[in-house]
């Protein structure tokens, strides 16, 4: 399996910025997604990173460095709505169908 | 598209009850995966298939069966019932062979979840 770590819980105010990391074993990497989830729902998939850099998505981007086994989610001008949790999640390398979740993080957005 | 699709939304059993757990899918993903999600663990693989017929075990299978008759249809099975098993259980299907294109392709689609309770 993986170990992959992600902060429990983080509480941001409306229209700051707001970063969630994500860090995991190096070995056994092949992709990683990261998902939001608002309470009561089914995840919805946010970005998705293989190779190291930004990718930039709107309001969201996902940072990847491989090498020190490390993922960043940058959520722009918060909103309410944004309140929820975000998953992070790797994709095994040996086996492309085994998916890794981190435990998530509770993001508060506040007026 | 109705997309992933579970029944029952909510489920009470006792302990030692068999249940089944539906997922059904229409977007003709050949790939289709269980999940329970407990407090401060994330989700967590229990089994999966990548076509009718093809099944296999994530990181936590045991007291769990599925089958895949159909590419549409893939039950989960509890034979008999634990009060560990009390999670929220989720469905997720996705396309083959879109590994290497990343992206929205790649991802998993989320059925809206089951919330079982064991007594």
């Known amino acids: 399996g993986q170990n992959i770590d992600q902060p429990t819980e983080m509480t941001a105010t409306e229209g700051a910025i707001v970063q969630i990391n994500c860090t995991y074993q190096t070995s056994g990497f092949n992709g990683l997604f990261w998902y939001q989830q608002h309470a009561g729902e089914a995840p919805t998939f946010l970005s998705y990173?293989?190779?190291?850099g930004l990718e930039e998505k709107g309001r969201f981007s996902s940072f990847l460095s491989r090498s020190k086994g490390y993922s960043y989610l940058l959520l722009k001008e918060l909103q309410m709505k944004d309140s929820a949790s975000y998953l992070c999640a790797v994709r095994g390398l040996y086996n492309f169908n085994k998916f890794y979740f981190g435990s998530g993080t509770k993001l508060n957005v506040k007026p | 598209n109705a997309g992933v699709t579970q029944t029952p939304k909510f489920q009470v059993l006792k302990t030692g009850q068999s249940m089944t757990l539906q997922c059904a899918q229409d977007m003709n993903h050949e790939y289709m995966s269980w999940y329970r999600q407990d407090p401060g663990m994330g989700l967590r693989l229990i089994h999966y298939?990548?076509?009718?017929?093809?099944?296999d075990q994530g990181e936590v299978p045991n007291g769990y069966n599925v089958s895949r008759s159909t590419t549409e249809d893939f039950p989960l099975r509890l034979l008999s019932a634990a009060p560990s098993q009390t999670s929220v259980y989720f469905c997720a299907s996705r396309p083959l062979g879109l590994e290497l294109a990343g992206g929205i392709e790649d991802t998993q689609y989320f059925g809206p979840g089951t919330r079982l309770t064991v007594l």
């Open positions: 298939s990548v076509g009718a017929g093809i099944t």
């Open positions: 990173n293989v190779l190291d």
